[in-house]
């Protein structure tokens, strides 16, 4: 091997910086001849998209506690990607504690500019979600931040009530009202849904009811859904109709 020739094998990536990535369910890929990047990928309604870790450039290269680390999401289309990006740079751990409010890009109005772009992440805060929490945290809805739930643009528009697994960093929940992303609906009305999902090897896994209850139950219920994996590489989607079909699973004898 030449002095030219690139080994991934022995790129500085911070051993701490991979860890940090992967807990939070990114993997460490080989993008670019020269260079590796700590990527996430999700499935949703305009396609995948893919989330980036990016330190100064380098992709997945950098000290994790230098303010050099940002993130961006893409999704590829038909004639070019379409991305949306944080300029500001700061230590990883702060990146990966707020990367959720990253929205997803979305499909474009033609004539339109397809990079959506933002200088810092409270930036998306205040202009995505700062006035749903206030609206919510002091109403009915503020059970679901009782129990540590945060409003998640999911993109498009969609937004849920999202908590990560006690047990596991690649698994989380989402909690939708009619799964149309309106979470302004009352909470004793039976429109709310739940959702368990785990980012896999290649793809992600979930578990969905479609049967709505109150937040309250749907809050309580979410802790009784199976993680997506139980059922096999074979079934990595999987929808129950109605919360009887859950419990009836943990009736069933275990052998």
Same mark, same amino acid.
């Given at each position: 091997?030449?002095?030219?020739?690139?080994?991934?094998?022995?790129?500085?990536?911070?051993?701490?910086?991979?860890?940090?990535?992967?807990?939070?369910?990114?993997?460490?890929?080989?993008?670019?001849?020269?260079?590796?990047?700590? %990527?996430?990928? /999700?499935?949703?309604?305009?396609?995948?998209?893919?989330?980036?870790?990016? $330190?100064?450039?380098?992709?997945?290269?950098?000290?994790?506690?230098?303010?050099?680390? %940002?993130?961006?999401?893409?999704?590829?289309?038909?004639?070019?990607? $379409?991305?949306?990006?944080?300029?500001?740079?700061? %230590?990883?751990?702060?990146?990966? /504690?707020?990367?959720?409010?990253?929205?997803?890009?979305?499909?474009?109005?033609?004539?339109?500019?397809?990079?959506?772009?933002?200088?810092?992440?409270?930036?998306?805060?205040?202009?995505?979600?700062?006035?749903?929490?206030?609206?919510?945290?002091?109403?009915?809805?503020?059970?679901?931040?009782?129990?540590?739930?945060?409003?998640?643009?999911?993109?498009?528009?969609?937004?849920?009530?999202?908590?990560?697994?006690?047990?596991?960093?690649?698994? !989380?929940?989402?909690?939708?009202?009619?799964?149309?992303?309106?979470?302004?609906?009352?909470?004793?009305?039976?429109?709310? %849904?739940?959702?368990?999902?785990?980012?896999?090897?290649?793809?992600?896994?979930?578990?969905?009811?479609?049967?709505?209850?109150?937040?309250?139950?749907?809050?309580?219920?979410? !802790?009784?859904?199976?993680?997506?994996?139980?059922?096999?590489?074979?079934?990595?989607?999987?929808?129950?109709?109605?919360?009887?079909?859950?419990?009836?699973?943990?009736?069933?004898?275990?052998?």
């Amino acid at each position: 091997m030449s002095d030219t020739d690139f080994d991934p094998t022995l790129e500085m990536v911070s051993f701490e910086a991979h860890r940090m990535a992967h807990e939070k369910g990114f993997k460490l890929e080989l993008v670019e001849p020269n260079k590796l990047e700590f %990527t996430r990928a /999700e499935k949703t309604p305009d396609g995948t998209v893919f989330t980036v870790l990016d $330190c100064a450039g380098n992709g997945a290269v950098g000290d994790p506690n230098e303010e050099g680390w %940002t993130a961006f999401k893409k999704r590829y289309g038909p004639e070019r990607a $379409c991305t949306s990006t944080v300029h500001d740079q700061t %230590t990883l751990a702060k990146v990966l /504690e707020k990367v959720h409010l990253l929205p997803n890009p979305t499909k474009r109005e033609a004539g339109m500019d397809v990079y959506q772009s933002w200088d810092d992440f409270p930036v998306i805060l205040n202009n995505a979600l700062t006035d749903l929490e206030t609206k919510f945290a002091q109403g009915p809805h503020k059970i679901a931040f009782e129990d540590d739930y945060t409003i998640h643009h999911t993109g498009g528009g969609i937004f849920a009530f999202h908590k990560n697994h006690p047990d596991l960093a690649e698994a !989380y929940y989402l909690i939708t009202a009619d799964d149309d992303g309106v979470l302004d609906r009352p909470v004793d009305e039976p429109v709310w %849904t739940v959702g368990l999902y785990q980012f896999g090897e290649g793809h992600d896994r979930w578990v969905f009811v479609a049967e709505g209850v109150t937040l309250r139950e749907a809050i309580d219920n979410a !802790y009784t859904l199976p993680l997506p994996d139980t059922f096999g590489p074979s079934e990595p989607e999987k929808t129950f109709e109605t919360w009887a079909e859950v419990e009836a699973l943990s009736a069933k004898p275990v052998f």
